[in-house]
């Protein structure tokens, strides 16, 4: 029999565990639960533990009574995947699986896990039946057909409905079943409602299922931690009892004293509330994108312009778009609100413009840095097909390792259908998984390699772990994320490392004018997303040589 390995994105390799192995394994469980539950600690689940649970089950084995005690333990239930299993191992190593800037996350999963033992996680689905409270954290994502047409695609419901399946086959009638997962507006009622409703009139249960929705608003990051307990929280229950009890369960768990709930009336109100919001954020990063395609034509900084604009108040969450709205939320959220209102409401009218949109244009948004690269190159007599271009920044946002759906990806698909040689540098990365495993990564089929020509040689892009080797002999470099390493490289520096003049790209208002005048000096052509002023600095630098 073939041994099956899971690994972990540093490279280290896991035994997927054999089928022999799942009872013993429950029995160890078990036997710590009735353990916790002599120190009158209530049980909880949490299942997936990805960006989301994984954070959420610290801060919930984090939680102490008026006394201080610890009062939760924590199970996080993890799915045994190639892609997944890899995280159980890391976790009871008191290891989080997931790499962030934030100083509190390392240290409060070593304390829960090795000092208060209060968090362990697992892979067996029998321990749902021992829990008092189930919070679901797993994925629902919505696969798209088409690059940016959003409506050409569906709401893949199956890992939430599986997942929901095996919860009514184990759950205790009392549980509640928390989802925290983003869905299509009306899953809790009429797709979990069923689903568990069917298996406990299978099962005899005869009471009703405590079902309830309350969304998360996490953000990886310098405050992955705290944007989970400290920080507000929109809920709801299915019916009275489940209302109750998850306002409970949050009040003890998250800081609601500071960041006070509020319980809306339905799960789809809870629903909608996150659907809504990431729509919001998507349609303002949205609609600048022709600003800055304005501003990049007519000598305006779209930079210094949202800056001007942001000092009213009324304005200030107005923002700068990066080279393309990544992440694992934003491309999809709006995606599965109108998906919902069709196929799980039943409407056959199109009510929604705005927000399909604004997420076609964004998901398109990061083609046209590919652009500005090759007319960089253009202008410096350098054609792209025969072009060594360094991309800074794999992620989607600063400071973060998370690839998901990044603008840098699209960046360096078109540029290698453009025929450029790509080398890439992110310091908190050692593998973009999205190129490594590209046949089977995010999952099979789902690779944004679809949409692109000659790809393949795309599997052997390795990071660059130096800074010093990225740059050398690189025709352009495109600054994609404001990864903090970056924002400081001045450009002798940049360009001695390089060791020639290149096209520099700068996709996020990371170059301040200064930087910009003297790459131009140094010989280099500079390009920018809604930069439309560098033109004039050119000019101005190109004047001044020649008066000398
Ligand atoms: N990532 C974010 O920043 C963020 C922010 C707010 C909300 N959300 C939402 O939270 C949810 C989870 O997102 P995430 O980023 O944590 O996703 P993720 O893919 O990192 O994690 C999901 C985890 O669930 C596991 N899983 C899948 N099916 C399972 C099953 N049947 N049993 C047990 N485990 C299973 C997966 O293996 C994975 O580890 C999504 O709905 C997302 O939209 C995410």
């Not at 749902?128 to 679901?136: K, S």
Request: proline letters at 5%.
């Amino acid at each position: 029999m073939s041994v099956e390995y899971s690994v972990s994105p540093d490279g280290k390799k896991f035994t997927l565990p054999r089928p022999e192995e799942y009872k013993k394994e429950f029995n160890r469980i078990k036997k710590e639960v009735e353990k916790q539950r002599k120190l009158d600690r209530e049980i909880v689940v949490v299942m997936g533990v990805g960006f989301v649970g994984v954070a959420m089950a610290a801060v919930i084995a984090d939680t102490a009574d008026k006394k201080g005690n610890p009062s939760k333990f924590v199970i996080g239930m993890q799915r045994p995947s190639l892609r997944s299993f890899w995280k159980i191992p890391v976790l009871n190593r008191g290891i989080s699986p997931v790499v962030s800037e934030d100083k509190e996350l390392e240290p409060m999963i070593r304390r829960c896990v090795l000092d208060k033992k209060t968090l362990m996680a697992t892979y067996v689905y029998d321990v749902l039946c021992l829990a008092d409270v189930v919070v679901v954290d797993i994925q629902c994502d919505y696969q798209k057909e088409a690059l940016g047409n959003v409506r050409d695609g569906q709401a893949d419901m199956s890992p939430l409905e599986e997942s929901l399946g095996i919860m009514a086959e184990h759950i205790s009638p009392d549980a509640l079943i928390l989802i925290e997962t983003t869905v299509a507006p009306g899953t809790t009622e009429q797709i979990a409602y069923p689903i568990i409703k069917k298996a406990f009139s299978r099962r005899g249960i005869k009471s009703e299922p405590l079902l309830a929705h309350s969304f998360e608003r996490v953000m990886p990051g310098k405050n992955y931690v705290a944007s989970i307990r400290d920080f507000w929280r929109v809920c709801s229950g299915i019916n009275r009892k489940a209302k109750d009890k998850v306002v409970k369960f949050l009040n003890e768990v998250i800081n609601t004293k500071d960041y006070p709930l509020t319980v809306l009336d339905k799960p789809i109100e809870s629903e909608t509330a996150k659907i809504i919001e990431n729509s919001y954020r998507a349609t303002i990063l949205a609609f600048l994108d022709e600003w800055s395609l304005f501003s990049e034509r007519n000598g305006v900084d779209l930079l210094k312009v949202i800056n001007a604009i942001k000092v009213r108040p009324t304005h200030s969450n107005i923002i700068f778009p990066g080279p393309g709205i990544g992440g694992y939320c934003l491309p999809k959220d709006g995606g599965l609100g109108v998906w919902a209102y069709k196929h799980i409401h039943g409407f056959e009218d199109d009510i929604f413009k705005v927000t399909p949109l604004a997420i076609n244009i964004n998901d398109t948004r990061s083609l046209h840095v590919a652009q500005l690269v090759r007319d960089a190159l253009r202008n410096m007599s350098r054609p792209i097909a025969a072009a060594d271009v360094l991309v800074l920044g794999a992620s989607y946002r600063e400071d973060v390792g998370d690839t998901r759906y990044s603008g840098s990806e699209l960046v360096v698909r078109r540029l290698t259908e453009m025929g450029a040689e790509l080398r890439v540098h992110d310091p908190y990365l050692a593998h973009w998984w999205e190129f490594e495993k590209q046949d089977t990564y995010p999952q099979k089929g789902h690779s944004l390699a679809r949409f692109f020509r000659n790809q393949e040689k795309l599997r052997n892009l390795k990071m660059e772990t130096g800074l010093d080797k990225a740059f050398r002999g690189a025709d352009a470099v495109i600054f994609a994320v404001r990864h903090k390493q970056y924002l400081d490289l001045d450009p002798d520096g940049v360009v001695k490392m390089i060791g020639n003049t290149a096209a520099i790209v700068d996709c996020f208002g990371i170059l301040d004018d200064l930087k910009i005048r003297r790459y131009f000096e140094l010989g280099c052509e500079v390009k920018g997303l809604g930069r439309g002023h560098v033109r004039r600095i050119k000019d101005e630098v190109r004047r001044e040589e020649m008066k000398k």
